[in-house]
């Protein structure tokens, strides 16, 4: 069993920045892959980005490449997003993952936050 809980949303004009944190327990965190998700109003859930167990790799969507950077801290238990130069189609609820990552690639397993909102005001 896994438990994520998000926090760090909130409100931010466009340009700007925030950090989700996504604090995970009940199993070995340091050997899991993990990722962020987000949904849009009236839109299916997306990827956003994913990182390794051991955070040498990462993956992002090709919609947050280069703006928004995948971490964590094994020590801590907890995996991060920076969000920089944030755009309104950033608005969603982003939710952190528990998965697998293997040929490049982020999984999904059915292990979800409750989700945190990001609302980027024009």
């Known amino acids: 069993q896994v438990q994520l809980v998000e926090s760090g949303g909130g409100l931010v004009q466009a340009g700007g920045s925030l950090r989700l944190s996504c604090a995970a327990s009940g199993r070995t965190f340091s050997g899991g892959a993990m990722g962020w998700f987000r949904q849009a109003p009236g839109k299916d859930r997306e990827f956003v980005a994913g990182?390794?167990?051991?955070?040498?790799?990462?993956r992002y969507a090709d919609s947050v490449k280069g703006r928004f950077t995948i971490s964590r801290d094994n020590a801590k238990n907890t995996v991060y997003l920076q969000m920089n130069s944030l755009k309104p189609e950033d608005t969603a609820v982003y939710y952190c993952?528990?998965?697998?990552?293997?040929?490049?690639?982020?999984?999904?397993?059915?292990?979800w936050g409750q989700g945190t909102q990001v609302t980027v005001s024009s």
């Open positions: 990182i390794s167990w051991s955070g040498a790799s990462t």
């Open positions: 993952n528990a998965g697998s990552y293997f040929s490049d690639s982020y999984y999904p397993h059915n292990y």
